[in-house]
């Protein structure tokens, strides 16, 4: 299997860049932001949980998440996927080591972690513009997204240090072009498949 780990801050492409990686290398993508804005959608009561947490650009706690993930892998076992793309997780290091045992268990592991380097000012612009259509609340507030920047800052980049110990860690230069970037993704994984 090819087990890919997205990694980086808010607006750093991780959404876009999964959705193409995931179509071209056939890997189920699981995105944690996604199933929560789902579930709040529908008004579920994980959903309603998470929203007190993502309005105040803070993280949902670890055990709601490595709950959540592991009955989404579960149910996508089930179709035999050729790997998956993990966009918007692991984002503490808790949640790293709960991925590893989760994947231990499986005779799985995590196989790569590509990490999207993007400068903070051009963060909050990505993030800024993006708000104008995706309807995202945590979106169009500067400092509801300054909070998410400070909160990758403390509790998130740590996991890259995590993945570096493994030998897993490849950073990938995230400004300019998407589909360049899209391009070194790419390529970052044909080195590891
Ligand atoms: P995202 O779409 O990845 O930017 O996530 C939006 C929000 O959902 C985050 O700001 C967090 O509040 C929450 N969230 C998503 N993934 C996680 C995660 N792995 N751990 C904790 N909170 C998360």
């Known amino acids: 299997m090819l087990n890919i780990v997205l990694f980086g801050p808010p607006g750093s492409g991780k959404g876009t860049q999964s959705v193409k990686l995931a179509d071209k290398f056939s890997l189920v993508h699981i995105s944690t932001g996604d199933i929560f804005r789902h579930e709040l959608k529908n008004e579920t009561p994980l959903g309603l949980e998470a929203k007190k947490f993502i309005d105040q650009g803070m993280l949902v706690p670890d055990e709601v998440v490595i709950g959540m993930l592991g009955a989404k892998m579960d149910e996508q076992l089930e179709n035999n996927p050729k790997g998956f793309i993990f966009d918007g997780f692991p984002r503490t290091i808790a949640q790293a080591e709960a991925l590893d045992k989760l994947m231990d268990l499986k005779d ?86």
Not at 121 to 147: A, C, F, H, P, Y
């Open 108 to 193: 799985m592991s995590i196989t790569g972690v590509l990490a999207l380097e993007v400068g903070e000012e051009e963060l909050i612009q990505r993030i800024l513009n993006r708000g104008k259509t995706s309807g995202r609340s945590d979106d169009t507030n500067v400092d509801t997204i300054k909070k998410r920047i400070e909160v990758y800052h403390n509790e998130t980049s740590p996991v890259a240090g995590y993945y570096d110990k493994q030998g897993k860690l490849h950073p990938i230069e995230g400004e300019g072009d998407i589909d360049q970037i899209f391009d070194k993704l790419s390529q970052a994984i044909e080195s590891l498949a």
